[in-house]
């Protein structure tokens, strides 16, 4: 069964900084693209950032500069390091295969709240 387990998330400041960690399960994690994904209230869910078995990277525009997506493949963990952080920023962070494996494979995912 596969399976993504989301840490990390937080109350903090604007400007602050978050590292959420992913654990994944089921799966043969080193051959898939992994990605972030992020859902704000009222919004639909976004990729915000990818990383390809070959470890290219992609971002969204609002993220580039700030955000950086990283993965172990030897403890099949994805990252997310967050910097100077904005309020817009605030959402449930989530981590999925890039497509998502599924779309019951969402897990619980961690929140990320930015505010003074």
């Known amino acids: 069964q596969v399976q993504f387990v989301e840490s990390g998330g937080g109350l903090v400041q604007p400007g602050g900084s978050l590292r959420l960690s992913c654990a994944s399960s089921g799966i043969r994690f080193s051959i898939y693209d992994m990605g972030w994904y992020r859902q704000a209230p009222g919004k639909q869910r976004e990729s915000v950032a990818t990383i390809e078995s070959s470890y290219r990277i992609k971002y969204v525009d609002s993220v580039k500069g700030r955000f950086t997506i990283s993965r172990d493949n030897g403890k099949n963990t994805l990252y997310l390091e967050m910097n100077s952080l904005k309020p817009e920023d605030t959402a449930v962070y989530y981590c999925?295969?890039?497509?998502?494996?599924?779309?019951?494979?969402w897990g619980q995912g961690t929140q990320v709240t930015v505010s003074s």
């Open positions: 999925n295969t890039q497509p998502p494996w599924t779309k019951d494979s």
